[in-house]
């Protein structure tokens, strides 16, 4: 069946780095178009970050431009989202999602001193 589980989540002062995984199973990740997506307490769903199926292509949020890197290793499976300069506006449970194939169950990111 098919999987999602994200980790690398934690908490961080702010300025700070970290780097989330996701690892996929139970479908073609070659094939697909990959999404992180990031829901902050208290508020709705929000688009961070999509990449092409080859790595070829990225697309960022005006809110995370610049200090996120999305990138993908199709042979391993996995989906990273490296986030520099963390603010505390960036707290939130973070996903990676394939369109109409699944969502993980997400991971924590709490910015804070």
């Known amino acids: 069946q098919v999987q999602l589980v994200e980790s690398g989540g934690g908490l961080v002062q702010p300025g700070g780095s970290l780097k989330l995984s996701c690892a996929a199973s139970?479908?073609?990740?070659?094939?697909?178009?990959m999404y992180w997506v990031r829901q902050a307490p208290g508020k709705g769903l929000e688009w961070v970050s999509v990449?092409?199926?080859?790595?070829?292509?990225?697309y960022y949020a005006d809110s995370v431009k610049g200090r996120f890197t999305i990138s993908r290793d199709n042979p391993k499976n996995t989906l990273y989202l490296q986030m520099n300069s963390l603010q505390p506006e960036d707290t939130a449970v973070y996903y990676c999602?394939?369109?109409?194939?699944?969502r993980g169950q997400g991971t924590q990111v709490t910015v804070s001193s």
């Open positions: 999602d394939a369109p109409r194939i699944g």
């Open positions: 990449i092409s199926a080859n790595g070829s292509t990225s």
């Open positions: 139970g479908f073609t990740f070659s094939s697909y178009w």
